[in-house]
């Protein structure tokens, strides 16, 4: 009786395989997210100044492989393709012309003048000319993709869930799914015209960020729900 439930589970299991298959879409749609927000991090990073910093010691095409290999090798271990440390990793990537444009980062290197004139020099001549690079539109990019992919890993967790319980939840999904990208693509396109107002362009950076972190809250709540 006992090998009986066993193989009585493993036809359950199978059951469960079969009807929840369409869940497999979710890590291939957050796979191809990933990529792509790497690609639009890479393209910031060949960019001034990093590219004027690098390009010095060793060819930066040399990197496109391995970043772009990350959302794969993640998805070989089971894990997310777009998970909140490779987002991070990839803003990091774009932070170059970040700071180019910090007037913290300048007050920095008036103190690095004191120990390393030459090198504070070289340093803020390469980041200085990079002051009227703008990617803003890849960092909007990569947030975007970013939030998209997190809302559909929900949803597709969420829909495993609901199977593993015996529903189904492919309806449910789909329009998750459908909503995830309606939501954040209109947040994606109203953002720039927003903060462009004058009222709201002389904001610290800091309260954009805290905006866009709510924002990310939000949506994912009322997914989740």
């Given at each position: 009786m006992r090998w009986l439930?066993?193989?009585?589970?493993?036809?359950?299991?199978?059951?469960?395989?079969?009807?929840?298959?369409?869940?497999?879409?979710?890590?291939?749609?957050?796979?191809?997210l990933a990529e792509f927000a790497s690609y639009q991090a890479l393209l910031a990073l060949s960019q001034p100044p990093i590219l004027v910093l690098v390009s010095k010691y060793f060819a930066l095409q040399l990197l496109y492989p391995v970043i772009l290999?990350?959302?794969?090798?993640?998805?070989?271990f089971r894990k997310n393709p777009f998970s909140f440390?490779?987002?991070?990793?990839?803003?990091?990537?774009?932070?170059?012309?970040?700071?180019?444009?910090?007037?913290?980062?300048?007050?920095?290197?008036?103190?690095?003048?004191?120990?390393?004139?030459?090198?504070a020099s070289y340093l803020n001549s390469v980041f200085s000319s990079a002051k009227d690079v703008n990617i803003?539109?890849?960092?909007?990019?990569?947030?975007?993709?970013?939030v998209l992919s997190q809302l559909i890993w929900i949803s597709t967790e969420k829909g495993r869930e609901m199977e593993e319980r015996g529903m189904s939840s492919k309806n449910l999904v789909a329009f998750q799914w459908g909503f995830a990208f309606i939501s954040t693509y209109l947040i994606f396109l109203l953002y720039p015209a927003v903060f462009t107002l004058n009222f709201v362009f002389e904001a610290p950076l800091v309260i954009v960020g805290i905006i866009g972190v709510g924002v990310f809250i939000a949506a994912t709540f009322l997914l989740s729900r």
């Open positions: 439930r066993f193989k009585k589970s493993d036809s359950e299991e199978k059951r469960i395989e079969i009807r929840g298959s369409y869940l497999i879409l979710g890590p291939v749609i957050n796979l191809l290999s990350i959302p794969i090798i993640l998805l070989i440390g490779l987002f991070y990793f990839l803003l990091l990537l774009s932070a170059g012309n970040l700071l180019s444009r910090s007037e913290l980062f300048y007050a920095c290197l008036d103190g690095l003048y004191l120990k390393f004139p030459e090198f803003f539109a890849l960092l909007l990019n990569i947030v975007w993709l970013f």
